[in-house]
């Protein structure tokens, strides 16, 4: 298991951007694929973004493709979020997540973060 700390969230207006972060721990960052999941109140957890575990291959979900991007330092245990044109619509608490084996998916994701609160006012 790999533990996840995410940080950077916070309010921000429509339009503006933010850049989240995920630390990792563990000496096996680098053999995880890596995803952002958000859960926005009073709806289900979805999907955000994935990258692979060598930072290659990326897949976003389609209402941020475009404007988010993921990207990883595997040196230092670290998975970023980069949020540019924030809508309303993306006020939501942010997770990552780890899955164990190299490929990007929206799936099968075992070790979660605590979340971290972004807020876009309008």
């Known amino acids: 298991q790999v533990q996840l700390v995410e940080s950077g969230g916070g309010l921000v207006q429509a339009g503006g951007s933010l850049r989240l972060s995920c630390a990792a721990s563990?000496?096996?960052?680098?053999?995880?694929?890596m995803g952002w999941f958000r859960q926005a109140p009073g709806k289900e957890r979805e999907f955000v973004a994935a990258?692979?575990?060598?930072?290659?291959?990326?897949y976003y979900a389609g209402s941020v493709k475009g404007r988010f991007t993921i990207s990883r330092d595997n040196a230092k245990n670290t998975v970023y979020l980069q949020m540019n044109s924030l809508k309303p619509d993306d006020t939501a608490v942010y997770y990552c997540?780890?899955?164990?084996?190299?490929?990007?998916?929206?799936?099968?994701?075992?070790?979660w973060g605590q979340g971290t609160q972004v807020t876009v006012s309008s």
């Open positions: 997540a780890a899955r164990s084996g190299p490929d990007a998916s929206q799936f099968g994701y075992k070790s």
């Open positions: 563990g000496r096996t960052f680098s053999s995880y694929a």
């Open positions: 990258i692979r575990s060598s930072g290659d291959i990326t």
